[in-house]
């Protein structure tokens, strides 16, 4: 079965500054798809950014970026000029077509953004 | 609807106690999905419905757990003589349809106290 790990439990961050959450995963597929997912206090599991593990160029959206090293099985993710909204639980996803009817979710970073 | 509801919000259950807890997916997506959140950790897969049929029941833990979609929209997880370890937060998922994350979107879940 696919693993994913989150080897930081906690980060924080100070206002309008840069963070990167780590992550990393195993598996022997070469087609698969990994996801950052934000949850905030309503439980609710928002997508933050999404990869395409044949696409060599990293994913942007906004202030989100990722830092995908596939020969490493690595995924961090990087939030540039943070904001007091940024703070939230941060899961790392995998998922794998064409089975890949279900995510595979890391344990989550809780992000505090300092004032 | 606009967003994947579950209700209800919050259930408290004594140990022993049948509990259902329903999901209504975005209008038109053919595909569910149910996940279990334990504290400190990130949703594991239980269920995935393609239509009214469960194409991937791997994840339910036991045979306490049992879920339905009748009419390939709204669906209920059922879980019989619940047990502590049983609390969690039950998170509803729905995408355009199986196979793939287009519009995936999850639901703010239910969280299931058993005492």
């Known amino acids: 079965a696919q693993t994913v790990t989150q080897s930081q439990p906690e980060m924080s961050v100070q206002e309008a500054e840069t963070v990167t959450l780590s992550c990393t995963y195993d598996?022997?597929?070469?087609?698969?798809?990994l996801f950052w997912y934000k949850q905030p206090p309503s439980r609710q599991m928002i997508l933050v950014i999404r990869?395409?593990?044949?696409?060599?160029q990293n994913a942007t959206e906004n202030r989100f970026s990722v830092n995908f090293q596939k020969a490493a099985k690595s995924f961090s993710l990087k939030i540039s000029d943070s904001q007091l909204g940024d703070a939230a639980m941060y899961f790392c996803?995998?998922?794998?077509?064409?089975?890949?009817?279900?995510?595979?979710f890391g344990t989550g970073t809780s992000l505090t953004v300092i004032p | 609807g606009a967003g994947v509801s579950q209700t209800p919000s919050n259930k408290v259950t004594e140990k022993g106690k049948y509990v259902e807890l329903r999901c209504d997916p975005i209008?038109?997506?053919?595909?569910l999905y149910w996940y279990r959140q334990s504290l400190g950790q990130g949703p594991e897969f239980l269920i995935y419905?393609?239509?009214?049929?469960?194409?991937?029941d791997s994840g339910l833990p036991n045979d306490r757990f049992f879920a339905v979609r009748p009419e390939g929209s709204v669906s209920t997880l059922k879980i019989q003589r619940t047990e502590r370890g049983d609390s969690a937060v039950y998170l509803c998922?729905?995408?355009?349809?199986?196979?793939?994350?287009?519009?995936?979107?999850f639901g703010s879940g239910t969280r299931l106290t058993v005492v």
């Open positions: 998922a729905s995408s355009e349809m199986g196979g793939t994350d287009y519009g995936y979107t």
């Open positions: 598996t022997s597929e070469s087609d698969y798809y």
């Open positions: 990869q395409e593990a044949y696409k060599q």
């Open positions: 996803a995998y998922r794998s077509p064409p089975a890949g009817n279900q995510f595979y």
């Open positions: 209008s038109g997506h053919t595909a």
């Open positions: 419905f393609q239509g009214t049929g469960a194409a991937d």
